[in-house]
Nanobody, 124 residues
Framework: QVQLAESGGGLVQAGGSLRLSCAAS????????MGWFRQAPGKGREFVAI???????YYAANVKGRFAISRDNAKNTLYLQMNSLKPEDTAVYYC??????????????????WGQGTQVTVSS
């Protein structure tokens, strides 16, 4: 049974930082593309970042330069370091996984496995 469990969310002031983690079990983690998505109140789920088993990464334009996705295949753990946070980054953040493909998949419909989400709130 595949399980993805996010942690590290919380309340932070604008300009601050948070580091999210996603612990994976029940899948061959090192063979998966792993992504972060987020959903703000009243909005759809949007792509944030993706990392391939090789470590190659791709970011949404609105987080590039502020967020960094990484992974530790030995620990089956995905990370998202978020710096220079803005109120518009407030959302529930989800990690997701898909068997590695040659592409950077940014659509939520492409992903097979999802965590339960962790709330990030950025105050102004």
């Amino acid at each position: 049974q595949v399980q993805l469990a996010e942690s590290g969310g919380g309340l932070v002031q604008a300009g601050g930082s948070l580091r999210l983690s996603c612990a994976a079990s029940g899948l061959a983690f090192s063979s998966y593309d792993m992504g972060w998505f987020r959903q703000a109140p009243g909005k759809g789920r949007e792509f944030v970042a993706i990392i391939k088993p090789s470590g190659d990464t791709y970011y949404a334009a609105n987080v590039k330069g502020r967020f960094a996705i990484s992974r530790d295949n030995a620990k089956n753990t995905l990370y998202l370091q978020m710096n220079s946070l803005k109120p518009e980054d407030t959302a529930v953040y989800y990690c997701a996984g898909i068997w590695a493909t040659p592409f950077f998949r940014t659509s939520e419909r492409a992903y097979d496995h999802w965590g339960q989400g962790t709330q990030v709130t950025v105050s102004s």
